[in-house]
């Protein structure tokens, strides 16, 4: 994403009180539509009825306008819309390009104690703020590098004991029956050629007859899809604290293991389980840290049934964005 060099202090260019800084990530913390303010300072410098502005823009730093009062009834900050569009014609969307920002700040804003604040908890309400027939968008918008910032920011998240303890799937929240399964889109990059599918994929996850969670990844490759239908991926969904080859904190742990043959019932017009092929057979666990309502990062290790192999990344880092309304297929 570009920036455009700042002509100014960064605390000029921004304003201290709007500004949220570490030494890796930074953004404007004022997302309101528009706040109007008078002031004495300005007062003399402004024609009589005219108040200040702050505009959203798309570089997320605030611009003052002077509005004048008599046209406040065809002006009002109410109108203004979610998004910008630009002079090429494409529309650019505030709140998601809010978290794009925040992983991706422009280096010449300078980083405050990165301790005044969560950056997880930050990240999960710019999440938040994305109306949820949106937040698909985060899959094209993040690239690998931000979506391994997306990882590293959401492990900030342990540190706040009320954000812990909320979870990006409703399906997965404690005490929650009410939804039979989710539908997320992922992406990630760089694994291997065999499982080059894996970078644009779907995955379900859904309660089985005996209250556990499983899953299951579906390829969005006609040829890989066909043969996923013979070799379907199914995963057990567990709790667990950290990843095991780092020891880095984490919230689940997807299992393949076997191929789940003993799994008691499943989604209906899902395939029979079955062994799975290479690499899924060699101790693949994706480790999963929430990140925001409806987003999740994951990170796919394979640890290897042999004892001396030694535990090795499947690929960079996943993004997990849960599907709008998607319909939910009824156990069978």
Known sequence: MQYPQATAAPERACGRSLAVFSPKIITC???????????????????????????????????????????????????????QVLPNGKIVYLDEQDVVTFLDPPMELIPL????????????????????????????????RLISQAWEIAGTRYNNSKLVEKSASSLLATGNSDTVAEFWKCRTSGGPLQIAWL???????????????YGRLISESVFSGLSSSFSPLYFTVSEVKEVMS????????????????????????????????????????????????????GQAWQEGKALQQVPKKLCSEILMVK?????????G
């Open 113 to 144: 104690d990165p301790s005044s604040y969560n950056p997880a908890l930050y990240l999960w309400k710019k999440i938040e703020d994305i109306p949820e027939e949106r937040r698909h968008r985060l899959l094209a918008l993040l690239n690998p």
């Open 323 to 331: 599907e709008y309304l998607s319909s939910q297929p009824q156990s």
């Open 199 to 213: 970078n644009f994929f779907k995955k379900v996850v859904f309660h089985a007859g005996d209250g556990k969670a």
């Open 246 to 297: 780092t020891e880095e904190p984490c919230d689940l742990a997807y299992e393949f293991k076997d191929g789940i043959l003993d799994l008691p019932d499943f989604p209906r017009g899902f395939p029979m389980p079955a062994e799975h092929p290479w690499p899924f057979n060699d101790e693949i666990v994706i480790y999963i840290r929430h990140a925001g309502p409806g987003v999740m990062v």
């Open 29 to 83: 913390k004022n997302r309101q539509r528009a706040s109007h303010f008078c002031s004495t300072k300005f007062g003399s410098a402004l024609p009589s009825g005219t108040s200040l502005s702050i505009s959203r823009r798309a570089n997320h730093c605030a611009a003052v306008r002077a509005t004048s009062s008599s046209f406040s009834s065809s002006a009002s900050p109410w109108d203004e819309k979610p998004y």
